[in-house]
């Protein structure tokens, strides 16, 4: 750069001087003299624009800097737009896991089954032979429900308490066991809810939702009083007259040759006939592939909820 400042420098004052030497004007001074000056000049001028070289280069840099900058910031904003997506594909695995637990808690509650289910029920226990029937349905590991007559809870304490232990349900079966159809308003809003009382008294545990007639017989006014109470009446749909029969081995294929899926099965826990039967009547249902489930969960599983009033079992759902 300096050389060619040079040349376009001394070029710039030779052509000025030749002109002026060609055509001299009277009192100007000699060639010589201008070239001196010419060579002064030359040498400024080259000074200063090396004085300013470093600030060009500053320059540069600086604009050379700026897209790197600039560069960097787009790299950061990228990692950063990474990084939010990261953590939204992790909200979003988080949300999936959530559907996953809802949708599962949504079918236990809606109590999905993949075998025949049956309830069995036992009637007008708590009694001798009931700690028995404990042992017989924790050995196949099933479940059951227990209607149970209000003024016998408090003679067996801990064997209800173990029966609600073990997973089974506790319902009322009347005070006295007496026809309900017979009884005032008054007198059978108070059995029911004397038994139900005593039922919470021993277990801790409130009484279920619904309660068996005796002898299965209800009415209007039954049905009315419990409806107002907000309990349901459960009967059966399956009977083997165990009352009747009194022979373990008669009660089984009487029941085995009745008991279709859902049914609610009715027998009675006081007969030892019936207990020996029951020794029998289980692993056969389990080995025809039906699962044993307490009253609620069947009716769950079939309608959903139990509405107090209505009556589910032998005579049809109705009111």
């Known amino acids: 750069m300096r050389k060619l400042l040079t040349v376009l420098t001394t070029a710039i004052l030779i052509t000025s001087c ?21 060579e002064s000049a030359e040498i400024a001028i080259i000074e200063a624009m090396e004085r300013n070289v470093p600030q060009w280069k500053l320059t540069a840099q600086e604009e050379l800097a700026a897209p790197q900058e600039e560069l960097t910031a787009s790299q950061a904003e990228l990692t950063a737009s990474q990084e939010e997506l990261t953590a939204s594909q992790e909200e979003l695995t988080a949300s999936q896991e959530e559907l996953t637990a809802s949708q599962e808690e949504l079918a236990a509650s809606l109590n999905v089954f993949k075998k025949p289910l049956v309830a069995l029920t036992f009637d007008d226990g708590p ?24 003024k ?50 021993v277990t801790g545990v409130p009484s279920s939702s619904f309660f068996r007639p005796p002898y299965g017989e ?57 207990v020996t039967a029951m020794e029998r009547v289980i692993p056969a249902l389990i080995a025809e592939g039906y699962e044993f489930v307490t009253v609620s969960e069947l009716m769950n599983h079939l309608y959903g909820e139990i509405k107090p009033g209505m009556v589910y079992g032998a005579f049809g759902l109705r009111h």
């Not at 029937?133 to 227990?146: G, K």
């Open 152 to 201: 016998f809870v408090e003679n067996w304490p801990k064997t209800l308490l173990r029966a609600v232990n073990n997973g089974h349900e506790v319902a009322g079966h009347t005070w006295h066991h007496i026809r309900l159809t017979d009884l005032s308003n008054k007198e059978i809003a108070e059995t029911i809810k004397a038994t139900s009382a005593a039922i919470e008294k």
């Open 218 to 274: 209800v009415n209007r006014r039954v049905t009315n009083v419990c409806g107002e109470l907000g309990y349901a009446l459960i009967n059966w749909t399956v009977d083997p007259q165990d009352w009747r029969l009194l022979n373990a081995s008669l009660i089984y294929d009487e029941l085995m040759k009745t008991v279709r899926e859902n049914s609610i099965i009715l027998v009675h826990e006081i007969f030892k006939s019936t």
């Open 18 to 38: 030749a002109t002026i030497t060609q055509n001299p004007l009277p009192g100007e001074r000699s060639r010589p003299e201008y070239a001196a000056e010419i």
């Open 127 to 150: 009694c001798v032979f009931t700690d028995t029937i404990l042992d017989i349905l924790e050995r196949y590991d099933v479940r059951a429900t227990f209607f149970v007559v209000g």
